[in-house]
């Protein structure tokens, strides 16, 4: 049981921190991202490669950084021109985006799973009462904590935080006493974009890497930023290791409604808070 | 003297909807004028346009000599104009403080900080953890006025300031803004309050369907005149 909880906590902090990009682009953009499990998959796939090559610390490193900058043009040249547009315009198109990033991979690296090999330093085990626990699973757990302390005390406390706290309440409001809410969002989007690469390097050691990683993720993804209130970094946490928990432990529990009940609970909270768990912005 | 603000017949529009007719008038440095009219001639598009909320279509706007050819809201910020918006604009999800510290999101460098801004306003500092819109109507008032100051403004545009306010805040927030002149800020008054605008602004200009129909200086003109540009 314990073994099943640690489980649904490594999934958790995946999730989490692919989540969190997403919702912080929501929170700012007010974009419904369809092409962010793309950037998780592209992150673990060019992790794959450089990791060949290097090893798995600076494919970390490296994918982010190149994630981050593909986030920022996608900012520059989608987000941007299209954030007045209808919403359903840029649904379409970061889903156009996703199914391309799918071809590139395939192109690139073919139909077949690969996998990374997970670092040296990590590559232990933890005796726990009864059982043992891989060091590289509660690394996870520790890269999500790091992702959500990290973005709490960047968002309470840097400069750059503040405005994006307040645009993502008000941009306008935010705008006129002088924050370049452009440029913020293109911030967030790129720090989005490369956590969404860094999860997927991260989860590459314990998941398969195929194309059809992005779409595997993405759903649970949403599910998080819509239960947990759109664009609440506090509420996709909770939600993430909610659903960690529902997904690991379902499993064993209840195996054929475990694939059903994050929508049952999705449209529960959703019919109890519409505004989703926290309801209100990061 | 070039004019620290000069709408030379701008025309502005929200989507196909055109408010802006043809705008004209100036605000010298220093200069403490109000822009009087009955509801829905514009005024808060007067404001708007120069933040790029409301499109400008035509015409020329001028910050000290300067034309915003395509204004954005940070743009005008950033060049010296600060804004306290009708309905005060409190961040509820920022606490007093920070509502306060996004008011120097420019760095403009002036005599303007937090220190300042709570000796000027004690319950500000005292209220500092709270949500901005935890505090009473007056109090956000002076957190609106506090922000914009801490812009270290050239230019203080107020919309509507004494709305919702009690007379004895009215009274105080006078007091504030010519205060404020005395210093040095030059301010745009957006007001129907003729208490307020008397006691604070020099000239005044009317604005009817998008334009200026008229001007003068308010010590010269009666309240009744006034009044009757206001009149819903």
């Known amino acids: 049981m314990l073994i099943q909880c640690l489980n649904g906590l490594v999934y958790g902090a995946l999730l989490f921190s692919l989540a969190s990009g997403l919702a912080l682009m929501f929170g700012l953009r007010r974009i419904v991202n369809f092409s962010h499990g793309a950037l998780y998959m592209l992150g673990a796939y060019l992790g794959y490669s450089i990791a060949t090559k290097l090893g798995f610390w600076p494919a970390l490193v490296l994918s982010a950084l190149a994630l981050a900058g593909l986030g920022a043009l996608l900012d520059a040249a989608v987000f941007r021109p299209l954030q007045d547009r209808d919403p359903l315009i840029i649904l379409l198109v970061t889903f156009g985006l996703a199914l391309i990033a799918e071809d590139v991979v395939q192109t690139i690296w073919g139909n077949d799973t690969h996998s990374l090999a997970m670092p040296a330093l990590l590559a232990g085990i933890v005796e726990l009462p009864g059982s043992s626990f891989p060091v590289y699973r509660i690394a996870i757990i520790a890269f999500g904590l790091l992702v959500a302390g990290g973005l709490s005390l960047w968002l309470k406390f840097s400069r750059v935080g503040l405005f994006v706290r307040a645009a993502s309440f008000n941009p306008t409001l935010a705008a006129i006493q002088g924050v370049d809410t452009d440029r913020v969002s293109l911030m967030v989007v790129a720090v989005g974009a490369a956590l969404a690469g860094a999860s997927g390097v991260v989860a590459a050691p314990i998941l398969s890497l195929a194309p059809s990683m992005a779409a595997d993720i993405l759903v649970d993804s949403f599910i998080v930023v819509v239960v947990g209130g759109l664009g609440s970094l506090t509420g996709a946490f909770i939600t993430a290791l909610i659903l960690g928990q529902i997904n690991v432990l379902g499993i064993v529990f209840a195996p054929e409604f475990t694939a059903l009940l994050p929508f049952v609970i999705m449209v529960g909270v959703l019919i109890w808070k519409p505004t989703g768990l926290a309801g209100n912005r990061v | ?232």
């Open chain 2, 1 to 232: 003297m070039t004019p620290l603000l000069h709408y030379d017949a701008v025309e502005a529009c929200y989507g196909h909807a055109q408010i802006l007719h043809g705008t004209s008038f100036s605000v010298d440095k220093g200069a403490s004028v109000a822009i009087l009219g009955r509801n829905g001639v514009g005024k808060t598009t007067v404001v708007n346009t120069l933040f790029g909320i409301a499109r400008l279509t035509g015409g020329t706007i001028r910050l000290a000599g300067k034309p915003l050819t395509r204004p954005r809201p940070y743009s005008a910020a950033r060049a010296g104009v600060s804004v306290v918006i009708q309905g005060r604009g409190i961040l509820q999800n920022l606490t007093v403080r920070e509502n306060l510290l996004l008011g120097a999101a420019t760095r403009r460098r002036g005599p303007w900080n937090l220190q300042r801004v709570y000796e000027l306003y004690p319950v500000l500092q005292e209220r500092a953890d709270a949500p901005g819109t935890a505090l009473s109507g007056g109090q956000q008032q002076m957190l609106a006025l506090g922000r914009g100051l801490m812009a270290n403004p050239d230019l203080l545009v107020l919309d509507e300031p004494s709305e919702g306010l009690a007379p004895v805040i009215v009274d105080e927030l006078a007091v504030v803004l010519n205060r404020l002149r005395a210093e040095g800020t030059t301010i745009l008054l957006i007001e129907q309050n003729l208490s307020l605008v008397e006691r604070v602004a020099e000239d005044f200009f009317v604005l009817s369907k998008g334009r200026i129909v008229d001007q003068g200086k308010i010590a010269a003109t009666g309240r009744a005149e006034l009044q009757k540009h206001i009149a819903i």
